[in-house]
């Protein structure tokens, strides 16, 4: 069997056209244009990457978008200012501050001096604790693009079996509890978690965020089960030849086996193109949401957000 490919490019697109329609939709009816602040402290390349990216989409999607790059020795002193700024301009809707942050400074810190209504990544205590207590709050934007690519496949996920791999803030932990929200039984492993293989094959639901290339082997996927790949690893890629400069090429790949566990999966998310590109359309699902909670607005109803 090989298993039905969920794309997140596709589902992505959609999503940017819908909340794009709903930003055009507040400006004639309302006159108010939702506005992201971007905080990048220093020049990881990683970070200058999404950055780019999360600016380019908020502007296409009609919204305003500040970017603010400040340099590696900011202290937390200036962030703090900064955030605080953002907190009572009203033009800005949402805060994101991008991680990490040079060592010197704390990340739990300086997120929780975000205004709880404009932290648009959910990573606020406030925000963390309603989601953990099943109550509405600001979802963080990758287990959010997860949850609704598992809406492709499951209209109703009650009663399943989930496993999550890696229990980082940003995605395992939020996806545990999405997904324990959502009344599935959940399992939540890590890198002292011993029976990994055993504990997948007892789930119809993988979802897979551990920084691992290939990982998740196909003898550890239940036949039929659904597989969600978060993984981003660049590995060399000796079959692509070299580059200019006699390196070996190098290219993306999941944590996930996916040649092989594509023939036993019922549904997976392929790397690239998959979760990714969902990431950034929940980024911007959430800062249209937070723009209209901030304004006593109705939230518009957005496909499957
Ligand atoms: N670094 C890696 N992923 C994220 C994210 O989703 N939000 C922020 N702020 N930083 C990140």
Redesign the pocket.
Known sequence: MTAQLIDGKALASTVRGTVKDAVAQLKAEHGIIPGLAVVLVGSDP??EV?VRSKGKQTIEAGMNSFEFRLSADTSEKELMGLIERLNTDPEVHGI?????LPAHLDSKLVINAIDPHKDV?G?HTTNVGMVGTGQDAIV???PRGCMMMLAQIYPDLRGKTALVIGHSN?VGKPMGRLLLNADCTVIVTHKSSTNIPELARMSDIIVVAAGVPGLVKADWIKPGATVIDVGINRVPAPENGVKDDGTVKTKLVGDVDFDAAKEVAGAITPVPGGVGPM?IAC?LVNTLSACCHLNSLPEPVLLGA
């Open positions: 990683a970070s999404y994101l501050v991008q991680l990490p990544d990573f963080p934007c990758t940003i990431t980024l």
